[in-house]
């Protein structure tokens, strides 16, 4: 399912234009982004949390040349669901 698909459904629940439930989507999208950049965690109760986790430095060989790389240690974007959506689903 894509956000064309998702769009309709909501319309189809909610009543509401689809340009409406795009504009919702974009800026809960763009709210989510902004606040993880930011180091914050967003909770939905009943849903889960969206948060950021440290990636530590790791080490890369090339086979082709046999050298060692290293990646900087790094933020990257992490999802927990809460225990009432998995015992839904």
Known sequence: MNKKNVISKISVKTGLKKYQIN????????????????????????????????????????FQTGEVFASPPHLVPAVKFSKQFIEKF
Not at 37 to 61: A, D, L, M, V
């Open 23 to 62: 504009a919702v989507l974009n800026a809960l999208y763009n709210t989510i982004l902004t606040e993880m950049q930011k180091g914050e965690e967003i909770t939905f109760s009943g849903f889960g949390k969206f948060f950021t986790k440290q990636r530590g430095e790791r080490k890369y060989i090339s």
